[in-house]
C-alpha cells in the first residue's frame, strides 16, 4: 500500500532563489508542465470534511484519475494514493467527468498550474520537487515521494531532514490543498 509523503511550502522568497538552491543541492531539473486538475466531491459523503480528493489530472494529452485519502499526521500531507493513468485526449478526460457526474458526483472546481519539476537521490531515496505556479492561489514548493506503510515514519524523518538541510522554513509550510486555497480564496 503506496503513501504520498509531501511538505508543501509557500514561497517566502523568489522562485529563481529556490531553484539556484535546489541545483545546489544536487537536484535535477526535469521539465515543466502545465497540469489541470479537475475535482469532483461525492454524492453521499463530503470529502472537504473527511480529508479526500478524487480528480482527473491532465497534463498535456495525458489524463490520470487520482483519489487521495485523508492526512495521517500533523504535520506532513502524508496520505495513501491511488493513481492510474487513462486514456489520451481531452474527450477521455471529458467522458470520466461525464462518468462520475451520471454516478452523482459533483464537479467541484478545477485547479491549473504550472509546475516545475526537479528531483534529486538521497540515502536511498528519490525526492521529487515541484515548484508551481497555482493561478489564483499563489507559488508553492512541494517536496514528495511514495512510502510503504511500513516504512512512513522513517520516510517522514527523511522528508523532515532533507527539508531542514535545504533550509526550507517550517513557518512557510501549507498543509491545506491547493482545492482548498483556491476555495478559501487564499491568493497569496
Not at 44 to 52: G, Q, S
Not at 72 to 101: P, Y
Not at 156 to 185: F, M, P, T, V, W
Amino acid at each position: 500500500m503506496q503513501y504520498e509523503v509531501e511538505q508543501k511550502f509557500r514561497l517566502g522568497e523568489p522562485a529563481e532563489s529556490i531553484v539556484a538552491r535546489l541545483l545546489e543541492f544536487g537536484a535535477t531539473a526535469i521539465g515543466e508542465v502545465r497540469q489541470a486538475d479537475h475535482y469532483f466531491n461525492h454524492p453521499v459523503r463530503d470529502f472537504a470534511t473527511t480529508d479526500e480528493a478524487l480528480r482527473i489530472r491532465s497534463v498535456g494529452e495525458q489524463n490520470w484519475l487520482t483519489w487521495k485519502g485523508p492526512k495521517i499526521d500533523q504535520k506532513t500531507k502524508t496520505r495513501r494514493e491511488i493513481e492510474s493513468l487513462l486514456g489520451d485526449g481531452s474527450k477521455t478526460a471529458e467522458e470520466i467527468g461525464e462518468i462520475l457526474t451520471i454516478l452523482g458526483f459533483h464537479a467541484v472546481a478545477v485547479v491549473r498550474k504550472v509546475r516545475k519539476k526537479f528531483e534529486v537521490e538521497r540515502n536511498g531515496r528519490r525526492f521529487e520537487f515541484a515548484l508551481d505556479s497555482v493561478d489564483r492561489v499563489g507559488e508553492f514548493l512541494e517536496v514528495e515521494f511514495l512510502a510503504e506503510k511500513a516504512d512512513l515514519q522513517a520516510a517522514q524523518d527523511a522528508l523532515s531532514s532533507l527539508c531542514a538541510e535545504i533550509g526550507l522554513d517550517d513557518s512557510l509550510i501549507e498543509r491545506k490543498s491547493y482545492l482548498g486555497l483556491l476555495l478559501d480564496g487564499s491568493d497569496s
